[in-house]
């Protein structure tokens, strides 16, 4: 019985979470309007600071060095940080200038006003 109403709990929200997807998938293509000219990488990050900077620096040597020359920009928003991922981030954006620093209120103003290309 113990079982049942753990497998119960653990099936509702697992549905839950899959709802919520599909509301943020259909929210982002009602609202937004994206463009069809590359790929801008956006990354969301809390409290990374001793993974950030690696998977930053592999995903831009795949970027520059590599055959990936459809991806535009790397976007990295902050979802307030405590620890140092924001300045190791700040620090890698004066390095590269394809690594853009925004916070997550920044990042969502400048996805509802990108524009379609014909």
Not at 57 to 64: A, E, H, I, N, Q
Not at 90 to 109: A, M
Request: glycine share 4%; charged share 25%; hydrophobic share 45%.
């Amino acid at each position: 019985m113990l079982s049942f109403i753990l497998y119960a709990i653990l099936w509702t929200l697992a549905l839950y979470g899959l709802f919520e997807i599909i509301k943020t998938i259909i929210y982002m293509c009602t609202y937004t309007n994206m463009k069809a000219d590359g790929i801008y990488l956006i990354i969301a990050v809390k409290n990374q600071e001793d993974k950030i900077e690696g998977f930053l620096r592999s995903s831009l040597f795949k970027l520059l060095y590599g055959k990936e020359d459809y991806v535009k920009d790397i976007i990295v928003a902050d979802l307030n940080s405590t620890d140092n991922t924001n300045e190791i981030v700040k620090k890698l954006s004066f390095d590269y200038e394809c690594v853009k620093v925004l916070n997550w209120k920044e990042c969502k103003e400048i996805l509802d006003n990108v524009d379609e290309v014909d």
